[in-house]
């Protein structure tokens, strides 16, 4: 890729796209599904330059799915390419595609996710269209819409503007402009909205977080991470392998946003969740760490969880077999109880407006 400065990244299951400043797209790894884009299904250990775009396409975004690939550009054009044995690059009954092929309804997109095996996108004048693999009720559609699962299908049970929609699993993610609603299933807590609820498709709003300010979402596969205005970072989902960043010994399972403590020394500008992993990009506070304060609120529960092994939820009906009266009381009582949350003051929100935006 030298000289050029890479701008934007995205990686799938077993393959990453790249965009540079120049205003080229290139990409590497997997490709039997053509989801590199360079017109083959030959894998590739180098990066490539996808010859389709040129210096008219300025890209916006880059995601990429289990076996697809997306850009998106500046003036609202998505490009989508690669696996659509589900429908989930929106080309109805195509297989797979191996170059990039513009997606559609009439009206300009400002947000692309790719999920494993569904999608969706956000237009200008904040609608959200799904597409893809229709099961456990990641598309957010009613049954008689399901039908359709292979083109772009609005989502028409949110009655907000949506502003970005994360792709996970089995499960979706939307951040409107005043609240984040999830969808699909929550086996392992990717939904946020507790242990009484492990599968929708009729979206949800987390509740727990109405009095945050979110402005970034991201999922992985079993997992969900949010970023506030003021950089503080919630995970929620499946805690195997420390991918929730908590810190914990035994990775157990969080179903209600939790507050990440180890950045609370830096401002969290981005996240991206893979499968097993998470990474964070962040800034210190230049000095006013020590104004964090401790704070006692009630009925707040941004940092209490119902934890459960994984291996309680591998088979057999979830629900009846890992949570008993006695827990689902517990965790009434903790969220009713009185907490600690840390907040963040005046000053460093004053430091986020004025040097980190």
Known sequence: LKPEKVKLAACGRNHTLVSTEGGN???????????????????????????????????KQLSAGSNTSAALTEDGR?????????????LKNVTNVCVPQQVTIGKPVSWISCGYYHSAFVTTDGELYVFGEPENGKLGLPNQLLGNHRTPQLVSEI?????QVACGGEHTVVLTE??????GLGQFGQLGLGTFLFETSEPKVIENI?????????????????????????????????????GLENFT????????????????????CGGCHMVVFAAPHRGVAKEIEFNEINDTCLSVATFLPYSSLTSGNVLQRTLS??????????????GRLYTINNEMRKQRNKGFN
């Open 178 to 183: 005043n609240a984040v609603y999830t969808f």
């Open 253 to 272: 399972n969080h179903f209600i946003p939790t507050l990440c403590s180890n950045f609370l020394r830096f401002i969290v500008k981005l996240v991206a």
């Open 325 to 338: 009266a006695r827990m689902r009381r517990r965790e009434r009582l903790s969220l009713m109880s009185s």
């Open 78 to 90: 998505l490009f989508m390419w690669g696996d659509n044995s589900e429908g989930q690059i929106g």
């Open 210 to 246: 109405r009095d945050q300010t979110i402005s970034h979402i991201s999922c992985g596969e079993n997992h969900t991470a949010l970023i506030t205005d003021i950089g503080l970072m919630y995970t929620f989902g499946d805690g195997r392998h420390g991918k929730l960043g908590l």
């Open 25 to 59: 797209v290139y990409a590497t790894g997997g490709n039997n599904e053509g989801q590199l884009g360079l017109g083959d299904t030959e894998e590739r250990n180098t990066f490539h330059v996808i010859s389709f775009f040129t210096s008219e396409h300025k890209i």
């Open 159 to 163: 009655p907000e503007k949506v502003i």
